[in-house]
């Protein structure tokens, strides 16, 4: 099982004619993701041609979900771009929409997420690296050869930390991996996937990985202690960030004495989540939980 | 990105919101020349990114242009808490009759704008908010709707403010969606002793990702290896230590400076060469690090996700033939892993680079490159 993302999921790549949108429509495809259409506005009527897949493009959303019932979609546009795609897709009703894009204004942000929660789409990002449920699908930029399926859930404020703990822990492999991006606001919060892997048969144990800024690790934390009863190790990544100095994230800044690592640490602390020191602790600490050792 | 007191009331005075008269000046000649022409009592602010400006002894009155000369040069230069007072605020003294605060700021946890009002202004919101948390209203604002002249006037109404209030709430609105701010901040919000509402303090942030649709120019004047190497398009913070890093990922970086931390040595910098870095990025990283004299090790770790590693290890190899004599002097301990991990090992194993060893481990290279900045 998965959180979000199956291997029956259809896939929809908005930007997917731009030389990011193919690249990464590629890869899903290799990595199995069921992509059925493209949607770039005035070029509806063609197709790409992946080798093993020829992919339609629509000139909109409405058109390729009509078409091909298509209930994620992953948006390559650039930032200026952004807004207008996300809307588009939750227009169309589409269930699910991965936001891969890096520098979108927090206003546009803010207003699409706003959208999405009346029309009642689920958005995951902007600035992340999607979502992969390992040997089903993927959405986004994870790479898919890392490991392959298991038992544990992942949900990161990181890209290369979401990669990284997925590498050491490669022989036990993942349910769902989730990179919910780090702008100071997302659509998708550690809450929202702590819940989903909760109810996850498919899952046993859940790594979370937070970072400087905001309040989210802290409210996770409140979460876990009310709600969740599968095993949880964290990563807070930050310690040695200077205050008021952000940190390559739009999100990730400590602002005053709040959003600190130190803050986060102890809150998960408080509710019984064991925090690693490094990645590599980390992944022992989830290996202790789970009572496996290593490889 | 913060903007000074001054460039966040040039932005007020734009959008129709009442400032006291005044301009900001460099040397203190300036301030003389500028109280001159305002005529009266003036008040001089030191211009700064921080708060406590006040307790520091960075705003000071004066009731003329002689004063105002003398009062600026003692402010121009001074420090207050790491930041130097390079200009002073020059301003018509305006005495308050009641203080108010304002800001309306992106909400992280919700996701969405919030507005903060209270009728108890003047004071750090910080310590209000610990004092006397019932004293702040805070209403959510709706991203499509935003703040009309009925909700400012409910706003005004809930926190105690006067009436004449709510215009000034609107337009600070204004301020916050025109000009794509993540937060708007007025304190104090005065009333006058003659009823006039005005903004006697402002502090603004920016979205720096949305400069490509303003004609901003906030610039700083470049004097530091930060501007230099964001000439670059790189994403650097200079930090206090001797390990320089390098890594790809923001989170992969932050989680690398804590390791450097965690092996007993103080990371020098903080910089994400991203996702798909090329020999040139790479090359110029590696030459931001090494313009930096603190540095005495430098650690470059990259987990290869989408990239790999052996297009990784060619761009290093690539980068210190760029470097040259430069790439001399100081070890670079790299830790390659993931993707196509063994190939790149061994690219740079065979290129025998006298400044490189590898680790295998990003504990490991943390370590090694701590062990080296130490000197041993």
Same mark, same amino acid.
């Given at each position: 099982m998965a959180i979000f993302l199956t291997k029956d999921s259809r896939v929809l790549v908005q930007g997917m004619t731009g030389a990011e949108g193919t690249r990464h429509t590629a890869r899903m495809l +290799?990595?199995?993701?069921?992509?059925?259409?493209?949607?770039?506005?005035g070029k509806g009527g063609r197709t790409v041609d992946f080798g093993e897949r020829t992919v339609p493009v629509f000139g909109s959303v409405a058109e390729a979900a009509a078409e091909t019932g298509a209930e994620v979609s992953v948006v390559f546009v650039p930032p200026r771009f952004t807004f207008g795609a996300v809307e588009e897709a939750v227009a169309a009703r589409v269930p699910l929409c991965v936001v891969i894009t890096e520098g979108v204004p927090v206003h546009d942000t803010v207003r699409f997420r706003a959208l999405a929660a009346r029309a009642g789409t689920r958005i995951i990002g902007p600035n992340c690296p999607g979502l992969i449920s390992p040997g089903q699908s993927s959405a986004g930029i994870i790479p898919a050869d890392i490991t392959s399926a298991g038992r544990i859930g992942l949900v990161s404020k990181s890209g290369t930390l979401t990669y990284q703990l997925m590498y050491e822990l490669r022989d036990l492999g993942f349910s769902t991996a989730v990179g919910i991006g780090g702008d100071p606001v997302v659509g998708t919060t550690h809450i929202d996937c702590l819940a989903a892997f909760q109810e996850d048969p498919g899952t046993d144990a859940i790594v979370m990985i937070g970072e400087?800024?905001?309040? @989210?690790?802290?409210? @996770? +934390?409140?979460?876990? +202690?009310?709600?969740v009863t599968k095993p949880v190790v964290a990563y807070v990544a930050g310690f040695t960030a200077p205050e008021g100095k952000t940190m390559g994230h739009a999100g990730a800044i400590v602002s005053g004495s709040s959003g600190t690592a130190q803050a986060k640490k102890e809150a998960l602390e408080a509710v019984g989540v064991r925090v690693g020191r490094t990645p590599s602790e980390t992944a022992r600490l989830l290996r202790s939980a789970l009572g496996r050792l290593s490889p | 990105m913060d903007l000074y007191e001054y460039q966040a009331k040039e932005l007020f005075g734009r959008h129709g919101i009442p400032i006291p008269a005044g301009r900001v000046a460099a040397t203190p000649q300036e301030a003389r020349a500028i109280a001159a022409e305002l005529g009266a009592p003036v008040v001089i602010k030191a211009q700064v990114k921080t708060g406590g400006r006040g307790k520091a002894g960075g705003i000071r009155t004066a009731p003329g242009p002689a004063a105002a000369e003398d009062e600026a040069g003692h402010v121009i230069g001074m420090d207050i808490k790491g930041h130097t007072?390079?200009?002073?605020?020059?301003?018509?003294?305006?005495?308050?009759?009641?203080?108010y605060y304002a800001a309306f700021l992106v909400d992280r946890a919700e996701g969405g704008f919030l507005a903060m009002v209270s009728a108890q202004g003047g004071m750090e919101i910080e310590e209000l908010a610990a004092t006397d948390p019932d004293a702040i209203v805070r209403v959510q604002i709706d991203p499509e709707t935003g703040v009309d002249a009925e909700t400012a006037r409910q706003l005004a109404a809930k926190a105690g403010l006067p009436e004449a209030a709510a215009q000034v709430l609107e337009r600070l609105w204004r301020v916050m969606v025109a000009e794509d701010a993540v937060l708007v901040e007025v304190n104090p919000l005065i009333c006058t002793t003659d009823q006039r509402i005005v903004a006697l303090d402002g502090k603004v942030t920016l979205d720096g990702n949305a400069a490509y649709r303003h004609s901003w120019e906030y610039a700083e004047p470049a004097d530091s290896l930060e501007d230099r190497a964001r000439a670059k398009g790189l994403n650097y913070v200079k930090l206090d230590g001797r390990? /320089?890093?390098?890594?790809?990922g923001a989170g992969l970086v932050m989680s690398t400076l804590d390791v450097v931390a965690g092996a007993g040595a103080a990371p020098a910098n903080f910089l994400d060469i991203g996702g798909g870095a090329s020999a040139q990025v790479m090359a110029d990283g590696l030459e931001i690090i090494l313009a930096d004299p603190d540095v005495r090790s430098v650690l470059v770790n990259v987990f290869g996700g989408i990239t790999a590693c052996d297009a990784v290890a060619n761009g290093i190899v690539t980068a210190l033939e760029l470097l /040259?004599?430069? /790439?001399? /002097? !100081?070890?670079i301990v790299v830790r390659l892993d993931g993707n196509n991990a063994e190939a790149g090992r061994r690219i740079l194993s065979e290129a025998r680079?006298?400044?490189? !060893?590898?680790?295998?481990t990003m504990d490991g290279a943390a370590e090694t490159a701590a062990r080296l900045a130490a000197g041993a």
């Open positions: +290799a990595a199995g993701t069921d992509v059925v259409a493209g949607v770039t506005p400087i800024g905001g309040d @989210a690790e802290e409210r @996770a +934390a409140a979460y876990i +202690a009310g709600h | 007072a390079h200009r002073v605020l020059v301003e018509t003294a305006t005495v308050p009759f009641e203080e390990v /320089g890093v390098i890594g790809n /040259g004599e430069r /790439g001399l /002097g !100081r070890p680079h006298p400044a490189v !060893r590898q680790v295998p």
